[in-house]
């Protein structure tokens, strides 16, 4: 049974930092991606990277503040989100695909990011 499992969530203010950890069970995973929901939303895209951390993409929203990072020893991927904004308060998921491109197979429970103002 794969899981995955979000933390690092929480409540912080507007211009801080938080960091968001995905840990992956049975089975690899070669995308692993982060997504977003927040009240009254459809979910968004907010980053994806490959197996090797080679390719990463962004949401134009994130770009230049968020940075996705994986540890493959630790089945393990990362969102380090800085210079939050209130606009990034959101349900944070984690997402994993077996394949290289596709839609994404496994999903986490989510967790809350709050960034307040």
């Known amino acids: 049974q794969v899981q995955l499992v979000e933390s690092g969530g929480g409540l912080v203010q507007a211009g801080g930092s938080l960091r968001l950890s995905c840990v992956a069970s049975g089975r690899t995973l070669y995308r692993m991606g982060w997504f977003r929901q927040a009240p009254g939303k459809e979910r968004e895209f907010v980053a994806r990277i490959s197996w090797s951390g080679s390719s990463t993409y962004y949401a134009d929203s994130v770009k230049g503040r968020f940075t996705i990072s994986r540890d493959n020893a630790k089945n393990t991927v990362y969102l380090q989100m800085n210079s939050l904004k209130p606009e990034d308060t959101a349900l944070y998921y984690c997402?994993?695909?077996?394949?290289?491109?596709?839609?994404?197979?496994?999903w986490g429970q989510g967790i809350q990011v709050t960034v307040s103002s």
């Open positions: 997402a994993g695909g077996v394949g290289v491109g596709g839609p994404y197979d496994y």
